[in-house]
């Protein structure tokens, strides 16, 4: 059985989508069969593995087809990579799937992913910066979260709220649900500032909830990468960033 991962924060600009990416490879760089799926109707994951958000089939087609019943495919949005990663592509045409038809409307994506799971080690799940109805499938479709996050003073509020909501579907829907942990992306850890956010995160919430040792640098080579369309692991695997997120997927694995 595959082990799912939500990679979310509902606040923007946290390095979300890069460590979905980089993770994602990293798993694969493991050994493991790997599923990435956009569920953002900005289809950066999806860009950000090469691919054109033009598909003609996305995740949208295959959420489509759980809510109506019908017998279809579940491999056929399936785009390969060149890194060893699958994915399951998105776009803006997203935001109009009606998931509110379905009798179990919070359930629509785990209903999807139970027909595909078998076929992979590790599912990796990019969500949108915000709390709506497909979060809410992608948290009651997943087994644990990562929450990128970076080290600034407004970063507590949204773990605050990610957290918070992570609780909320546990106890509504998803009772296996967990919180892999928090991962520092963007990390200028030689200034003052930024060793201070840490300590408060740490202080927040450290008690309860793994944070990792290693965090992603702001680095350079991490924007390069996702503009060429690539992970870090195939730009530069040996930038400190490729070293961290292979060391992170080694603790997740390892905590089964």
Same mark, same amino acid.
């Given at each position: ?11 923007? +600009? ?47 087609? #295959?959420?489509?087809?759980?809510? #109506?019943?019908?017998?279809?495919? *579940? ?6 990579? +060149? ?5 399951? *592509? ?7 799937i009606a998931l509110d038809a379905a009798d179990n409307p919070e359930l629509v994506l785990k209903g999807y992913i139970d027909r595909i799971r078998g076929l992979y080690d590790v599912i990796v799940i990019d969500c949108s910066p915000s709390f709506g109805m497909m979060n809410i499938n992608v948290l009651a479709a997943s087994d ?30 998803? *009772?296996?649900?967990?919180?892999? +942990?928090?991962?520092?992306? #963007? ?29 992603? *640098?702001?680095?350079?080579? #991490? ?34």
């Amino acid at each position: 059985m595959s082990k799912v991962i939500a990679i979310a924060n509902f606040k923007g +600009g946290c390095g979300k989508t890069t460590s979905a990416i980089d993770l994602s490879a990293a798993f694969a760089r493991l050994g493991k069969k790997v599923l990435a799926i956009d569920s953002d109707g900005q289809g950066h994951l999806t860009i950000g593995f090469g691919f054109s958000k033009k598909q003609q089939i996305t995740l949208k087609n #295959m959420l489509e087809n759980e809510i #109506m019943g019908f017998d279809y495919d *579940p491999t056929e949005a399936i785009l390969h990579t +060149g890194e060893g990663v699958d994915i399951i *592509p998105a776009n803006k045409l997203i935001s109009g799937i009606a998931l509110d038809a379905a009798d179990n409307p919070e359930l629509v994506l785990k209903g999807y992913i139970d027909r595909i799971r078998g076929l992979y080690d590790v599912i990796v799940i990019d969500c949108s910066p915000s709390f709506g109805m497909m979060n809410i499938n992608v948290l009651a479709a997943s087994d644990g979260v990562i929450i990128p996050t970076k080290p600034e003073y407004f970063g507590i509020d949204g773990l605050q709220e990610i957290i918070g909501s992570v609780r909320s579907i546990k106890s509504r829907f998803n *009772p296996d649900l967990g919180i892999e +942990g928090i991962l520092f992306t #963007m990390d200028t850890s030689r200034l003052n500032n930024t060793k201070r956010n840490k300590e408060a995160v740490q202080a927040a919430f450290g008690e309860d909830i793994n944070i990792y040792d290693l965090s992603i *640098p702001n680095a350079v080579a #991490m924007a390069e990468a996702s503009s060429e369309g690539v992970s870090i692991h195939s730009y530069d695997r040996k930038c400190k960033g490729a070293e961290n997120y292979l060391e992170i997927a080694k603790e997740v694995l390892a905590n089964g």
